[in-house]
């Protein structure tokens, strides 16, 4: 049982979240892209954060026909659990493994900084141990986390419960941080085995950083 | 040959950048401007010596991966 944590050329949130993986007890691997195969005990693949390719054409968009992205779906159509973080819920996104694309943030800015979200569904393996509705602060670092889907495929969400985490002020009203629809920081898709989310968990598992509410999410996810 | 392909964001898909720039043109004074959309031109030099072969093959090379289809449109001009 091993999370495998894919790394791209640009990838550079692979060694925190293999740290955070690891301080949690889980095992993990670490998969260059041009691997052809995943490790046969994955029970989780986590494309980490990071600029995939520079970011070059699109974010995400080079990342997706990587040779390890072919068993990475495979590995997903299977039914196996796979988890995106940041640039790598974008390259879920042009990969086809959820729906919708993440857009420039509407104010142009590189938005980095601790932020507020809300657990909008928890009946799913990711956010399990979380109540629905709880507020969890947990940063955001992207420049490309405008979440974009038209309104068929946001009534579709809406109707499996796919809608995982929104952004939210302390009190849980909903901000337009960066032009997402229905301020959607992460969703999942229809079988609930896929999770992609623009915040960052994995650096939110120590006090002295600021947060610990990645912790919850990480467990649930890994086990 | 070239093939040049345009890329833009659909109808109804907001452009931050188009709408900074829209706001910006402004600003400096620039008036009767509608709507500003931002794309991208990326320009292809062929080995092809069949236009429609070529167009049919940047045709899929565009859907595969020079276009997002969820967010943006794109044409192509097959130029020799």
Redesign the interface.
């Known amino acids: 049982m091993s999370v495998a944590i894919l790394r791209f050329p640009g990838t550079n949130c692979e060694f925190d979240t293999e740290y955070a993986f690891q301080k949690l007890g889980f095992q993990t691997t670490i998969v260059w892209h041009n691997d052809a195969t995943l490790p046969s005990d994955t029970n989780l693949v986590v494309v980490a954060g990071g600029f995939s390719y520079g970011d070059y ?2 974010s995400g ?2 990342a997706k ?1 990587s040779p390890i992205m072919k068993d990475v779906i495979k590995y997903a159509n299977k039914g196996g659990k796979v988890l995106g973080i940041c640039n790598g819920f974008q390259i879920l ?2 990969a086809g493994l959820l ?3 993440l ?6 800015h590189f938005i980095s900084k601790y932020q507020y979200l809300k657990v909008a569904n928890n009946n799913n393996i990711f956010l399990q141990k979380c109540e629905k509705d709880e507020i969890l602060n947990i940063p955001i670092a992207h420049a490309d986390g ?1 979440y ?2 038209d309104d068929i495929g946001l009534e579709e969400l809406k109707k499996g419960e796919q809608i995982l985490l929104q952004y939210v002020d302390e009190k849980g009203e909903l901000l337009p941080i960066n ?1 997402s629809v229905a301020s959607i920081a992460g969703i999942c898709n229809i079988n609930k085995t896929i999770f992609g989310l623009m915040p960052h968990p994995e650096r939110a598992i120590e006090a002295i950083l600021g947060s610990t509410d990645g912790i919850k999410m990480l467990e649930s996810f890994g086990a | 040959m070239k093939a040049i392909v345009n890329v833009y ?1 659909k109808q109804g ?2 452009d ?2 188009g ?2 720039v829209h706001h910006a043109l402004g600003s400096l004074g620039f008036e009767g401007i509608k709507n500003v959309r931002i794309g991208k031109q990326i320009v292809l030099e062929l080995e092809a010596k069949d236009e429609q072969k070529a167009a049919q093959e940047v045709q899929a090379m565009s859907e595969t ?2 276009a ?1 289809t ?2 943006e449109d794109f044409d192509i001009e097959i130029v020799q």
């Open positions: 054409l699109r968009s080079i026909f996104c042009e729906p919708g694309a857009k420039r943030n509407t104010n142009l405008n974009y889907i032009g | 964001l898909v907001l931050p950048q709408k900074a991966l020079l997002n969820v967010i």
